[in-house]
T-cell receptor, first 115, second 111 residues
Framework: GAVVSQHPSRVICKSGTSVKIECRSL??????MFWYRQFPKQSLMLMATSNEGSKATYEQGVEKDKFLINHASLTLSTLTVTSAHPEDSSFYIC???????????FGSGTRLTVV | DAKTTQPPSMDCAEGRAANLPCNHS???????VYWYRQIHSQGPQYIIHGLKNNETNEMASLIITEDRKSSTLILPHATLRDTAVYYC????????????FGGGTRLMVKP
């Protein structure tokens, strides 16, 4: 089945620094990947849609200059949190799909803590 | 995409069937019903999906009403490891179409 690998699983960074999170589709090519954010005891909220070879589409209220998304290949999308602040501390999750109608597969998530 | 309504929490005894309901009264004809679950601090795990017919796999069964306005996920013999938040999502089955998560149902399986 489809496997989506996300790395790192946990990261702690200092305020003002940048953090990069990788999302890889291991055994399939993903034209589209999605990035979600989840705060404690809340549901997943879509941040952006990442399309291979083009600019990402961000949801309303998500700062594109703060959350940089790069989808340079059909198997890799990256999310970079720039100039991180404590309020960016959250659980970040990516997802991707093989050719439809296979359902979307999610990565294992990245717990970001900004101190 | 259509919105869904799920009870916020449910309990189930270990070994018994867990029946998780979902209302999706505004579902469109080309929208599927998906079920995912999320165990604490992990990414969502796909369980099952369907359009109009009932579906069964090694994890669960999905019962969709004839008018498609509601569905039930059935875990036939719940175990402690099935304790998780279960999300019912309706979405078109198109490439590039994202899944929108609601509040889900927190299922607690008790010994």
């Amino acid at each position: 089945g489809a496997v989506v690998s996300q790395h790192p699983s946990r990261v702690i960074c200092k305020s003002g620094t940048s953090v990069k999170i990788e999302c890889r589709s291991l055994d399939f090519q993903a034209t589209t990947m999605f990035w979600y954010r989840q705060f404690p005891k809340q549901s997943l909220m879509l941040m952006a849609t990442s399309n291979e070879g083009s600019k990402a589409t961000y949801e309303q209220g998500v700062e594109k200059d703060k959350f940089l998304i790069n989808h340079a290949s059909l198997t890799l999308s990256t999310l970079t949190v720039t100039s991180a602040h404590p309020e960016d501390s959250s659980f970040y999750i990516c997802s991707a799909s093989m050719e439809i109608p296979t359902p979307y597969t999610f990565g294992s998530g990245t717990r970001l803590t900004v101190v | 995409d259509a919105k869904t309504t799920q009870p916020p929490s449910m309990d189930c005894a270990e070994g018994r069937a867990a029946n998780l309901p979902c209302n999706h009264s505004t579902i469109s004809g080309n929208e599927y019903v998906y079920w995912y679950r999320q165990i604490h601090s992990q990414g969502p795990q796909y369980i099952i999906h369907g359009l109009k017919n009932n579906e069964t796999n090694e994890m669960a069964s999905l019962i969709i009403t004839e008018d498609r306005k509601s569905s039930t996920l059935i875990l036939p013999h719940a175990t402690l490891r099935d304790t998780a938040v279960y999300y019912c999502i309706v979405a078109r089955n198109n490439a590039g179409n994202m899944l929108t998560f609601g509040g889900g149902t927190r299922l607690m399986v008790k010994p």
